[in-house]
């Protein structure tokens, strides 16, 4: 999904150019990313509106890329407490940089690490919540962009998706939760991967529009989870004329959770 951000340039951060920055929810977060590679859109926000974690809880946000959903859900709930493991060296600067300008530092903690290979700041059993937006494209299934780092984020490397909900499960607490974005299309992919380790399933299909399938899905699931899985009527993004459906504004602009 595209938004409708307009970035120009700022400064330069090797081995990628940094743009002026981003504004998410109405300028409440502040996001440099990289010039003319890889850059988060809306999906990362509706991950974080998806997430609902509370005041003293601890979220790790897996492949935190620049940093957006990790400070979308730092601005909104001010007494948690995210890390973002992220693989990027060039990654981690610009998400660091991204908490203080967004203000939250405090309390945004970026990891440089790989999930196949956890540092060992990263506690098993240590988070109350993990949210994550994994590549959406299974190796192989499509030409590698020419950018590493928009290849890293669109298509899996080494860590497949199973892999990534492992170590969700890994890191969560006991009856922790889960929380993802992903493709519609991925649907098996994501269950089967769940299967046995997450349960209570909740899925909120993202529209782009009324009478269009969606495209994207949002996940909850908890850890060691037994009731029945929920459909829900999901949220159409934007109207049928054009523009953000009222649904999406409040999350987009005002920072509103999203319950189901």
Not at 50 to 79: N, Q, S
Not at 130 to 148: E, F, I, Q, T, W
Not at 160 to 186: C, N, Q, S
């Amino acid at each position: 999904m595209s938004d409708d951000l307009v970035s120009q340039p700022e400064a330069s951060m090797e081995p990628h150019a940094a743009t002026q920055p981003d504004f998410l929810l109405n300028g409440r977060v502040r996001l440099l990313q990289p010039d003319g590679g890889y850059r988060a859109a809306i999906d990362p926000v509706f991950l974080a509106a998806i997430t609902a974690a509370t005041d003293g809880e601890r979220v790790l946000d897996v492949g935190t890329g620049t940093g957006a959903a990790a400070l979308c859900l730092a601005v909104r709930v001010p007494g948690v407490v995210v890390v973002g493991l992220e693989q990027r060296a060039d990654a981690c600067a610009f998400a660091r940089r991204n908490a203080d300008l967004s203000g939250v530092a405090g309390r945004v903690e970026v990891v440089q690490g790989d999930l196949l290979e956890p540092p060992g700041s990263l506690a098993a059993g240590g988070f109350d919540r993990v949210m994550m937006n994994p590549p959406y494209l299974k190796a192989g299934a499509a030409s590698r962009p020419p950018d590493d780092w928009k290849a890293a984020a669109n298509m899996e490397g080494a860590a497949r998706l199973p892999d990534w909900i492992r170590f969700a499960d890994a890191m969560l607490k006991p009856r922790g939760t889960l929380t993802m974005v992903h493709r519609a299309d991925r649907i098996d992919d994501i269950l089967q991967a769940l299967r046995g380790r997450f349960g209570s399933l909740v899925l909120v299909p993202l529209w782009p529009k009324p009478g269009v399938e969606a495209k994207r899905l949002l996940l909850v699931a908890r850890k060691g989870g037994r009731a029945p899985a929920r459909l829900t009527a999901g949220l159409a993004v934007h109207k049928a004329e054009g523009g953000y459906s009222a649904a999406a504004e409040r999350v987009l602009r005002d920072a509103e959770a999203l319950e189901f």
